[in-house]
């Protein structure tokens, strides 16, 4: 079990991929994971904040100035980048929604391991994911209808409270039985990160089996623009923390955070208030970012050698 425990997680992006091509193949088997997405996507947070702890909120108020540059890069730079993407690829409404989604969500979860292969700061990584997910039910909806809101109808307010019942409660649960139940929490820890990918890959599969129809027609174009989106994002995110006099080891943090988001949360709302289409953007870039992190934690892990 340990050993396929490891061999999945190691292997994330491949299985990822693994699930595509099985979702395109067969997807009157994945289409029936759907109404599941959402739920999946909780258990992925629930496991997030069962690795967090109440000093690692302590840690958000220790080094406010290094968070805040994190976070405000994240919710600038991504957002601004995908809503460009857009207008210079001229997307139709239903990609142009799933790409600027993407742009608007959280840190994801993954970037923290990333942050530790590439000998980063771990623990500002934890900080800055922890804070942009938690900002995410106000932040994530008023970026979206600022940003396509004159494209597609966006709601709201029922876009907040969906983001806080499926990103921030399942989080804080995870906290509270990190904090009171310590003893369950680390006999469970080691299977969070098997869990977790594993709910990825159902929901990659799910969401590529709903636009199986269109990912040959589209597929090309969205591609491309999920690579530049998060090339852009890893590039500019190292930028903006030089500009602020950020060391190495915050500065490849800080691009880490932003070029690496929560797709999986921008394929469920997609779903939820959008259409499948809307959610091929998340499903690609569920895939590539796990493949860029892991070239860049690499660069910068030899960097430092």
């Keep these: 079990m340990k050993k396929l425990c490891k061999t999945v997680t190691d292997n994330l992006a491949l299985f990822v991929v693994l ?3 099985l ?6 088997v994945f289409k029936q994971l759907a109404p599941y997405v959402p739920t999946l996507l909780g258990v992925v947070m629930f496991g997030m904040g069962m690795t967090l702890t109440v000093e690692d909120f302590r840690e958000v108020f220790r080094r406010p100035v290094e968070v805040l540059i994190g976070v405000v890069a994240q919710f600038a730079i991504m957002p601004l980048v995908a809503f460009a993407l857009t207008k210079i690829f001229n997307l139709p409404p239903e990609l142009a929604i ?3 989604l993407v742009g608007t969500c959280p840190g994801g979860t993954a970037s923290n391991v990333m942050t530790y292969l590439a000998r980063g700061d771990v623990a500002l990584s934890v900080s800055i994911t922890m804070t942009t997910t938690l900002m995410a039910p106000v932040v994530t909806p008023l970026l979206t209808f600022l940003l396509a809101g004159a494209q597609i109808e ?8 969906s983001i806080a019942q499926i990103v921030l409660a399942p989080v804080i649960l995870g906290v509270a039985m990190n904090h009171f139940l310590s003893g369950v929490t680390k006999k469970i820890q080691p299977l969070l990160p098997f869990v977790s990918s594993l709910a990825v890959i159902l929901i990659a599969g799910a969401v590529v089996a709903l636009s199986a129809d269109k990912i040959f027609s589209v597929g090309l174009t969205v591609a491309a623009v999920v690579v530049l989106h998060n090339v852009c994002g890893l590039s500019l995110g190292y930028c903006a923390a030089k500009i602020f006099r950020m060391d190495s080891r915050k500065a490849r943090t800080v691009a880490i955070e932003v070029g690496m988001q929560n797709s999986g949360l921008a394929a469920s709302l997609s779903l939820m ?5 809307a959610a091929l953007p998340g499903a690609l870039f569920s895939v590539w970012h796990n493949f860029s992190g892991s070239i860049i934690a690499n660069y910068f892990a030899r960097r430092t050698q």
């Design 19 to 21: 699930a595509g091509i």
């Design 23 to 28: 979702g395109v193949t067969f997807p009157d």
């Design 98 to 100: 799933g790409v600027i």
């Design 154 to 161: 966006v709601s709201l307010s029922a876009m907040m409270l």
């Design 273 to 277: 208030y959008f259409n499948p289409t």
